[in-house]
């Protein structure tokens, strides 16, 4: 099985050692990389030995140890890797492993093989290496370098729903972040560990995100989706899964995922309220809408007759179906939520279905934004029909990324950006 090989040279390995892990891998299908480190250079030299026995290892030496490991961390991408071994020393083990976490998930698997500085056949392993930095050190040091990487896909772009204007809010689209996947290029909202994409890159895209819509990402708060109707009040104990909340704290910025599923936005502009809810098809046969405008009323007293609801960038009836026996539970709520219900796959209209449960839970017409809606700026397009623009799960298949709606309180004196 081809795998990546990274002979670390920065963290304390000296070249006799990484040269005999080097002949070991001569001659596999093993692609080698040099940990080597734009300072180590200046400092002792390139390691030409090393690369005169074997010329198609890549030599790692960019700015930073971030910047190293990520481009190693491209490459690998790029191949199709996910099994590394790593040569280093303990103190590259423990520093490695921080940047791992950083940079890298569960997809891949890192196989350390420890040359341990207490064998006494090479003293040359100890070396001068510096100090190992504390956690805290490497996380800024990533962030510092993702920072300095150019957007993907061109600028970042929010749909904004004319319906709320007093509170701060948006959904997301795709354009504008540094993820490289191509399925979750570029602003991917979301990591999973069982993609590629790490939580330092997502932590990016949001902060990014953040300074364009003009709230601070810290107070980013993102449902823990479990494709039910639970919801949260900010303020209680906080469940392990929910696909709704509310509050009415200022400041706070409460968002719901999407990658075909409804993010949805309401706002109470009476008496101060919001809340944002994750509606899947299975969230919205359970009720999650609703759910979150009896949360409002129960929790905070608002009258249904006052709340707006967004609904965001989502997978359309053109796209979306399910089998028959699932399409029938839509079919249930109005009959035009399945307009083929003959069909071995029907199509099914999740929008409709969350404007009828909505609309039967008492909120006005008039006060739900979705695609029905022909007289405000849309801000619910097929997320399907259009993978410039959106991610989609129904398109792209299990390696997804994620936009994300988002709402929050402004607080005194807060203007509304454009």
Known sequence: MSRAVLLDLLHGSCPSCAGSALGEHLGSDSRVFLLYGKLHREENGGPD???????SAR????????????????????????????????????????????????????DYEVRSVDEPTCPSCTGSAP??????????DVSRFLQQLP???GAIRVLRSTLIPAFGHGFST???????????????????????????VVAENRRRLALHAG??????????????SDVWLLGQAEPESYDGMVTDQAGLVLAAPGADCMPVLFADPVLKVIGAAHAGWKGTLM?????????????????VSDIMVAVGP???????????????????????????????????????????????????????????????????????????????????????????????IRQTGEEARP
């Open 49 to 55: 030995g090393l690369l005169g026995s074997c010329g």
């Open 59 to 110: 030599v790692l030496d960019s700015g930073s140890t971030a910047e190293c490991l990520y481009r190693f961390k491209q490459t690998v991408d790029e191949l199709d890797l996910s099994s590394v071994t790593v040569y280093t020393t303990p103190r590259g083990r423990r520093v490695l492993l921080l940047y791992q976490e950083q940079l890298f998930t569960d997809v891949y698997t890192f």
């Open 131 to 140: 100090t190992e930095p504390p956690a805290e050190e490497v996380r800024r």
């Open 151 to 153: 957007a993907l896909k």
């Open 174 to 200: 795709r354009t504008g972040g540094v993820s490289y996947i191509p399925t979750l290029s570029s602003l991917n909202l979301f990591a999973s560990c069982r993609r590629r994409d790490p939580g330092a």
């Open 215 to 228: 709230f601070h990402p810290e107070p980013l708060r993102l449902v823990k989706v479990n494709h039910a």
């Open 287 to 303: 009720g999650v809408a609703t759910a979150t405008v009896e949360a409002m009323v129960m929790g905070f007293g608002c009258r």
């Open 314 to 408: 989502s997978v359309g009836p053109c796209c979306f179906t399910l089998l028959r026996e699932q399409a029938l539970d839509f079919s249930s709520i109005h009959p035009d939520c399945v307009p083929d219900p003959e069909s071995d796959k029907p199509h099914v209209n999740i929008r409709l279905a969350n404007r009828i449960l909505l609309q039967n839970a008492g909120v006005l017409p008039e006060h739900i934004h979705d695609d029905t809606v022909t007289d405000r700026p849309p801000v619910t397009p097929c997320t399907s029909c259009h993978p410039q623009h959106f991610f989609s799960h129904v398109r792209d298949g299990s390696n997804f990324g994620t936009q994300a709606g988002f709402l929050w």
